[in-house]
């Protein structure tokens, strides 16, 4: 399985970026999504969502973060509206092929988003 990021960038607080990530190698998921780690943080979940749309988004991005899903070309795309500098980390793709599995079973290899003045 492979997780082919893209997107990342920096951007000024209140811009946006769209990141994207295809999975290739899988015949099936429960949840593809976006995991961000900022510096000396632990890796927390942004926004998930399942083949058929169900969404799961982290509470400090509800309302600014839009995740979708692409069946045919198995993609994801978060689009990040209204960012600020807190939103400052490196986003993580993850696939996770279970419903029951805690954790995402693989990772890409993460793109950085930068939001400052």
């Known amino acids: 399985v492979q997780l082919e990021e893209s997107g990342g960038g920096s951007v000024q607080p209140g811009e946006s970026l769209r990141l994207s990530c295809t999975a290739s190698?899988?015949?099936?998921?429960?949840?593809m999504g976006w995991y961000r780690q900022a510096p000396g943080k632990q890796r927390d979940l942004v926004a998930r969502?399942?083949?058929?749309?169900?969404?799961n988004y982290a509470d400090s991005v509800n309302g600014r973060f839009t995740i979708s899903i692409d069946n045919v070309r198995d993609t994801v795309y978060l689009q990040m509206n209204n960012l600020t500098p807190e939103d400052t980390a490196v986003y993580f793709c993850?696939?996770?092929?279970?419903?029951?599995?805690?954790?995402?079973?693989?990772w890409g290899q993460g793109t950085q988003v930068t939001v400052s003045l």
């Open positions: 969502i399942s083949p058929i749309g169900d969404r």
């Open positions: 993850g696939l996770t092929v279970l419903v029951s599995d805690a954790q995402p079973d693989f």
């Open positions: 190698g899988i015949f099936g998921f429960a949840f």
